[in-house]
């Protein structure tokens, strides 16, 4: 990753400095900044400053990467958590509501709602449902990382994609379970209807949504970059991309260190969870 | 040499009004509504740019300028024709070609009642000339020392003549010395001895000030609380606007005027910007190092399509390197649309099957893409073939270094209202080494005879080698910017800016 | 609750053979409206009313026919005056190309990997899972950046960007059925009657884990064409003048509040295909799926 960093074509120095610097300034520049040290040496004091806690200066912002980083945490978590929230309750209820009333307008209403989520881009959801409520209506702000108002737009935007994905992912995991000889003998044997869906089969269908859920998470958290930039939400989505492109070495190298952390930590306790939904799974 | 007064705001504003038709409207009101000098109020801007730092010397963007400029105060002001005025240096006058002299005002205090002296002026010089570290450095390593003279008197001396200094000057907010302590700290919460004073500052979201009651300009400022938002996403910003939660947004692109004038409460102010567009070549390489094949694409492109379908209007014709108002600019014949011509002397010169690589600097330039392909079309009329490559901005400037590129799309904002800084990188073969290969002796010489502090010397210099550019076409200026302002019609007094500043200090709202 | 699941489950002697049921009415939309879509791409020369390339000033931004437009320009025109219909035609040749080969690709890349992972022990497992942990957490720029950085730009670039950004989903709901799977008795009773691997994988593992595979493919189609104007700034994308469904969505953004129609013209056309591949996926889920009757 620290290679893959400087490999990339582009200079720091000239990102910082106005279009009209001299040479001499960018290379001024690039001295004060490390980077004209050999590449090993500079990856050894990289990882030696890391172990100290010490994860560099941003060259953008000219402040530790470690506060640049963690000012954007909570913008970042909240616009995820909500999103998540979204995706988990809304996307699987309709996948519940289109499996079970299979055929009818529900399930209809439920794939086209789930096609309009897939293919919709972000900013144009984003900017819609701006001029809808923030311009039209003005029921709520336009943009702006404030109150829990301020949330609710980006958050929709955000969980569009997920929620169809889970809302069909659900269902198709739904029709399958519902489908087996032990739902309908559950059925037989006069479990409620309420029971079967819920207790039975939906347990059984958790799986591959838990899998795509997970996977979202991570999504939601580094992803954000269109409906951040849409919203002008602080968070790290859009930081790191900017990161990139204005080659802010430390910057992305700090998130990336976030992301991959919080990617492993998520991702292992998605394994933890399938066992606990289905205790036929255990690793040998 | 030079000395100017407080009196030449009010004049150049008067002459500016000939300029502008939506300047009128702007700087029609401020008169009868200064009058009250009533503080009141909350003004919130969005501004296209999210700013990165607070230190004035660390940054060249404009945004930061103007959030900067409500905080700190520079020792000289532009006014919005172009004109230097005092701010916290009450006048100046260059003693000989390579010393200016500055005589300060007195009995202004910073916002936590340190009092503004030479030593302030003296250290925010020596530090953004020593610290090689901030990114304005590099405009002031010229300077060779800078004394005091009593307590409110400084003197520059540079290596080489810097005529352009004032005009620099107008970027710098003065800071305490007592800064240098800690500098980190003092830019988390910094005090300047500006309009405003700081209060919080949510990183990539807003930052609001609140009016500094003690201001040394009387009835400055007509509010009591200003917040800049960052919203780089035009749709959002306008959105903002029209739904009255920002009283101001920047960087309005032509195609959302129609949009914003039609929306209740809002109105939308344009002025001719002090930038010029820009398509560059690169002046080493095949084909384009040839003069005949620059003259001929020139010739292929129809500006007035640009300006006038494309931009809606929102650009004006150039007929000069640096825009009007400016140290230098001259009126020169415009240049030309004539395909025909543009075919001839590509067949006198035998060029079949030119193909040129256009490269584009992603989302730099509003609606740059869009023009690209236009001209891209154009040329391919008269039988040049255009390879449009929109890069990604680090990408784009790597082809630029390294020469791999026929035209680029470039742009000149001249921020210190100063086209020193513009002549001296791009038409020296110093400055363009890395960029067009520019290389032209007389040119050089004429840019470093112009660097001195009389105007009239720098006039006749900057004519002559304009003269010399609109000859060679070096570059294609296609057309000069216009700044748009959409603002909320509670707002009085706003003036739109030149240089795409957002200055509030004089505004009020109702 | 398992016991019920696993005694019911081991009364079925694995995926029955003998059923063929004629597609459903929705798959058969489904796949009209794809091979419509990819008809009229493929004929688009043809059936362009004008050259989607060349600019016409003087007819910028017409709305479309019967929204104050012309039926000169069914669909309007564009920020150039450029015929949107002749540009999503021609666009789709590129735009459904570059989608569906790296969804492929993605998709088979995914599958070996979740099978192997899935089944190859905890070891593999775990070093194919912290992989695809890191690869996620790699901002799919930076990659792209890099990408072009060492190989240069061409078209192959960038479906193995496209594709290297969507492996993972496919790999770890795979991973997680086949560790579902593999308990199930028959599958284990397969393994003690010496069934080979490939054999199991082939017959057992593979058609359980093919509905969400086929929900996930229909659903990224959208993200690929998305992601594909996302990356034409590294110049691995496409260039404009030449029109994608990406681009031409890119371009209309800015001209979302005064003429909507750029955005949305292409914004459909990439519904229309998700929602014919969404009701093909399902069609093919059910007659693929044993057991729905």
């Known amino acids: 990753m620290f290679v893959v960093l400087r490999v990339l074509p582009g200079d720091p120095a000239k990102m910082l400095l106005p279009e009209g610097a001299p040479q001499s300034a960018v290379d001024e520049l690039n001295r004060h900044l490390g980077l004209r040290e050999p590449l090993h040496v500079q990856y050894a004091i990289f990882i030696r400053s890391v172990f100290r806690g010490d994860f560099g200066q941003s060259f953008q912002y000219r402040a530790p990467a470690l506060r640049v980083v963690t000012e954007r945490l909570a913008a970042t978590a909240q616009l995820a958590l909500a999103a998540m929230f979204l995706t988990g309750a809304v996307g699987v209820s309709l996948g519940i509501v289109a499996a079970v009333r299979r055929g009818t307008r529900y399930d209809v209403a439920s794939t086209l709602f789930a096609v309009l989520g897939q293919s919709l881009p972000n900013f144009w959801l984003g900017i819609m449902l701006i001029l809808l409520f923030g311009v ?5 702000p336009t943009s702006g990382f404030e109150s829990w108002r301020h949330l609710i737009l980006p958050a929709v935007t955000l969980a569009a994609f997920p929620t169809a994905l889970v809302a069909r992912l659900t269902r198709s995991s739904m029709l399958e379970i519902l489908g087996r000889d032990y739902i309908r003998t559950g059925r037989a044997k006069g479990l409620a209807e309420r029971a079967v869906v819920l207790r039975h089969a939906l347990r059984n269908a958790a799986v591959p949504v838990l899998t795509v859920l997970g996977l979202q998470v991570g999504t939601l ?38 992301s991959a952390t919080i990617f492993v930590l998520i991702n292992l306790l998605v394994d933890l969870l399938y066992t606990v939904i289905d205790p036929r799974i255990r690793y040998s | 040499m030079r000395r100017r007064s407080a009196a030449s705001h009010s004049v150049g504003r008067r002459r500016f009004l000939t300029l502008s038709a939506a300047g009128l409207v702007a700087a029609g009101l401020p008169r009868a509504a200064r009058a009250q000098g009533k503080r009141s109020g909350e003004l919130v801007a969005g501004l296209s740019e999210r700013m990165l730092t607070l230190d004035p010397a660390n940054h060249y963007s404009i945004s930061s300028t103007s959030v900067h400029r409500h905080m700190f105060d520079p020792l000289v002001d532009v006014t919005n024709d172009s004109k230097f005025v005092p701010a916290l240096a009450e006048s100046w006058r260059a003693v000989n070609n390579t010393t200016w002299r500055f005589t300060l005002r007195k009995g202004v205090t910073f916002h936590d009642g340190t009092p503004f002296n030479a030593d302030s002026a003296l250290f925010t010089l ?22 005091k003279d009593g307590d409110y008197s400084v003197v520059v001396t540079s290596n080489r003549p810097f005529g352009s200094l004032p005009a620099h000057l107008t970027m710098l907010g003065m800071l305490p010395p007592h800064a240098a302590k800690n500098e980190e700290a003092f830019f988390q919460k910094p005090i300047g001895t500006g309009p405003f004073r700081f209060t919080s500052w949510t990183h990539g979201d807003h930052i609001v000030l609140a009016a500094n009651p003690t201001y040394w300009k009387p009835g400055v400022p007509r509010v009591e609380k200003v917040t800049f938002r960052f919203i780089p996403e035009l749709s959002t910003r306008a959105a903002g606007l029209r739904a009255g939660e920002i009283h101001v947004v920047d960087r309005v692109t032509p195609d959302l005027v129609e949009t914003l004038k039609s929306s209740r409460g809002v109105k939308v102010f344009d002025v001719p910007a002090v930038e010029a567009q820009r398509w560059i070549f690169q002046l080493a390489k095949e084909p384009v190092k040839d003069q005949r094949l620059r003259q001929a694409i020139s010739l292929a492109i129809d500006r007035n399509v640009i300006i006038k379908d494309l931009l809606l209007g929102y650009g004006r014709p150039v007929d000069s390197p640096v825009p009007p ?9 415009a240049k030309p649309y004539d395909p025909e011509r543009a075919r001839q002397i590509l067949k006198q010169a035998g060029y079949t099957n030119v193909s040129i690589d256009f490269v584009l600097m992603k989302d730099l330039y509003p609606k740059q893409l869009e023009i690209t392909q236009a001209v891209a079309a154009m040329l391919g009329e008269v039988g040049i073939k255009v390879n449009i490559k929109n890069l990604e901005i680090a990408t784009a400037r790597e082809h630029r270094s390294a020469g791999t590129y026929d035209m680029f799309f470039s742009g000149w904002a001249h921020m210190p209202h100063d086209p020193d800084w513009y002549f001296g990188q791009w038409f020296t073969r110093a400055g363009s080494e890395k960029l067009t290969r520019y290389n032209n002796p007389r040119v050089e010489q004429l840019i470093a005879e112009g660097r001195v502090p009389d105007p009239k010397v720098r006039q006749a210099k900057y004519e002559e080698l304009e003269r010399i550019l609109w000859d060679e076409e070096p570059e294609i200026w296609p057309y000069y910017s216009v700044a748009i302002y959409g603002v909320s019609d509670r707002v009085r007094n706003f003036e739109p800016r030149r240089d795409y500043y957002v200055l509030l200090s004089d505004v009020a709202i109702v | 609750m ?14 029955p053979t003998s059923h063929r049921r004629p597609l459903n009415a929705p798959a058969v939309i489904g796949g009209l409206l794809l091979a419509l879509t990819v008809l009229a791409s493929v004929l688009a020369p043809v059936l362009s009313p004008t050259d989607p390339v060349k600019p016409q000033f003087s007819r910028r931004l017409a709305p479309p026919w019967g929204l104050g437009g012309t039926p000169a320009h069914v669909l309007g025109t564009d920020n150039l005056g450029r015929d949107i219909l002749a540009r999503l035609l021609h666009g789709g040749r590129i735009s459904l190309a570059l989608a569906s080969v790296s969804v492929l690709i993605a998709a088979a890349v995914g599958i070996v990997v979740g099978l192997v992972a ?29 990408i072009v950085a060492v190989v240069g730009t061409s078209p192959a670039a960038l479906v193995g960007v496209l594709a290297l950004s969507g492996w993972v989903l496919y790999a770890r709901t795979v991973r997680a059925n086949v560790l579902t799977i593999r308990r199930l008795e028959y599958v284990e009773a397969a393994y003690t009657l010496g069934a080979s691997d490939l054999r199991i994988v082939a017959r057992h593992i593979l058609p359980n884990t093919l509905a969400p595979i086929l929900v996930i493919g229909s659903s990224q189609f959208a993200t690929m064409v998305l992601l594909e104007s996302g990356l034409s700034f590294l110049g691995m994308g496409i260039q404009a003048p030449q029109p994608s469904w990406g681009l031409m969505l890119a371009e209309g953004r800015d001209y979302l509040s005064n003429a909507w129609w750029l955005a949305t013209a292409p914004g459909m056309t990439i519904s229309l295909v998700v929602l014919g591949a969404n009701l093909l996926g399902d069609g093919l889920r059910d007659l693929l799926d044993p057991r729905l009757g």
């Not at chain 2, 108002?325 to 014949?333: D, E, R």
């Not at chain 3, 398992?2 to 995926?15: N, Q």
């Not at chain 3, 190859?120 to 992989?131: H, I, N, S």
């Open chain 1, 221 to 258: 958290l580094g992803g954000a970059v269109i409906t951040e930039s849409v919203f002008a939400w602080p968070g790290m989505g859009k930081l790191v991309v900017d990161a990139i492109f204005f080659r802010d070495f430390p910057v992305v190298q700090t998130v990336l260190i976030f």
């Open chain 3, 2 to 15: 398992t016991d019920l699941f696993v005694t019911d489950r081991s009364l079925e002697a694995g995926p």
């Open chain 2, 126 to 147: 020596r530090r953004v000339k020593d610290n090689t570290k901030l990114i304005k450095s590099f405009v002031y390593q010229d300077i060779e020392s800078v004394e």
């Open chain 1, 136 to 140: 039209a209506l003005r029921w709520l």
């Open chain 2, 325 to 333: 108002g400016l140290i230098g600019h001259t009126s020169l014949p």
């Open chain 3, 118 to 146: 899935g089944s190859g022990g905890e070891r593999v497992d775990a070093l194919f899972m912290r992989l695809a942990d890191v690869q996620l957490a790699l901002p799919v720029i930076m990659l792209a950046i890099a």
